[in-house]
Structure formats: C-alpha cells, structure tokens
Antibody, heavy 120, light 111 residues
Framework: QVTLKESGPALVKPTQTLTLTCTFS??????????VSWIRQPPGKALEWLARIDWDDDKFYNTSLKTRLTISKDTSKNQVVLTMTNMDPVDTATYYCARMKSGGEGFDYWGQGTLVTVSS | QSALTQPASVSGSPRQSITISCTGSRSDVGGYNYVSWYQQHPGEAPKLMIY???KRPSGVSNRFSGSKSGDTASLTISGLQAEDEADYYCCSYAGNIAFYVFGTGTKVTVL
C-alpha cells in the first residue's frame, strides 16, 4: 500500500525559509525509475508543479521558482525534503508531495497535503 | 510557461456525456503524448484519472476516457454520475525546461 504524508510548519513569516518533509511508504526511491514531485495549490486556485527528484538523485525544478527551491531525499528514511527560501504571502498554498507513475507520466499517489500560510 | 487552458465550468445531467478540453501548445500538449487528468473533490488531494493521454490507472472507471488532437487534449466522462461532480485538472509534460504544466481547472457540475 503506497502512502505519502507531508509535514512542516503551518505558518511562516515573510522572508523565512520553508522546509517540508514528505514521508512515504509502500515503495522505495532507490527503485529504478521511481520519482517524487512536489506540487502546490493556492486556496481556490490551480495546481502548480514545483520540483521532482528521481531514484538516481537527478533533480528538476519549476523554472520560475528554481532559485528558491531545493529538493533532496533520504532513501534510508523514505523521505523527500523540499526547501523554499524567501517566502512571500503569495506562496500561501496547500503543498502536496506525489509519487510519479512508473512507466508513464502521471502523479499516481498523493499525500493529503499541508496548508502553509505566509503571514507576519 | 503558461498554464494550459481549460473551460472554467462544464455541466451535464445524469447519464449524459461531457467533454473537458485542455489547450496548450507545441511545447507541451502538442509535443508529447504525456497528458494526465486529475479529479479533485473539495478538501481532498487530486486523484489520477488518465495518464499518457488515454491510459486509465487500475481502479478508475471506464466511464473516463482521454484523447488528444494537436495542441488540445480532452477528457470525456460518459454516463455522468453525481459523484463525478468535482474539479478536474489536466497536466502535460513540457520538456526539459518547463517539465510539467497544469491546466487552469474545470468545475464539473451534475445538474
């Protein structure tokens, strides 16, 4: 059974750095072709892809946010970590981690999401 | 990279069929057979309904089907049911620069 769960602060101040952790089970990120992405959704708005990390530690970022994002993994802990620097109120959103389908392009399992509010 | 364009809302009566469009460009939808569709009920995480344009994950009803023509992808829901009322998002792979682009979202209402 594949599960993912996001954790991190619910509230951050402007200019601070956000660190989110995705803890998963039911698969291993050391398995060939396995990939995990972060996706966010501002309240009432559309989804936005943020970053992806692959089984071989390749990393990919949303071009518009690349300078602010860092994605990493701890295979032994079954975790993927996303950091986003210089947070702004427009970054207020529900942040999801999602596994990417092996042998296809689609996000097949999602975490429940964690709402992050940026406010002073 | 701009978001893919979807109609804001689509509605239909029970047992009818509806189609949601997702328009992009040659850089995303038109350039790759990597369009996926997601269903999202209020307060819940999105659920994968279609991947690689027209493939259904295990467990997804065959009432959901996907297709693509040029720069526009489509999701068709046949035999519309009350439980299909939700927001739907398309997503396309967009190459090694933009990677993944989501659509603007469509609210489906069952009349």
């Amino acid at each position: 059974q594949v599960t993912l769960k996001e954790s991190g602060p619910a509230l951050v101040k402007p200019t601070q750095t956000l660190t989110l952790t995705c803890t998963f089970s039911g698969f291993s990120l050391s398995t060939n072709k396995m990939r995990v992405s972060w996706i966010r959704q501002p309240p009432g708005k559309a989804l936005e892809w943020l970053a992806r990390i692959d089984w071989d530690d390749d990393k990919f970022y949303n071009t518009s946010l690349k300078t602010r994002l860092t994605i990493s993994k701890d295979t032994s802990k079954n975790q993927v970590v996303l950091t986003m620097t210089n947070m702004d109120p427009v970054d207020t959103a529900t942040y999801y981690c999602a596994r990417m389908k092996s042998g296809g392009e689609g996000f097949d399992y999602w975490g429940q999401g964690t709402l992050v509010t940026v406010s002073s | 990279q701009s978001a893919l364009t979807q109609p804001a809302s689509v509605s239909g009566s029970p047992r009818q069929s509806i189609t949601i469009s997702c328009t992009g460009s040659r850089s995303d939808v038109g350039g790759y057979n990597y369009v996926s569709w997601y269903q999202q009920h209020p307060g819940e995480a999105p659920k994968l309904m279609i991947y690689d344009v027209n493939k259904r994950p295990s467990g997804v009803s065959n009432r959901f089907s996907g297709s693509k023509s040029g720069d526009t992808a489509s999701l068709t829901i046949s035999g519309l049911q009350a439980e299909d009322e939700a927001d739907y998002y398309c997503c396309s792979y967009a190459g090694n620069i933009a990677f993944y682009v989501f659509g603007t979202g469509t609210k489906v209402t069952v009349l």
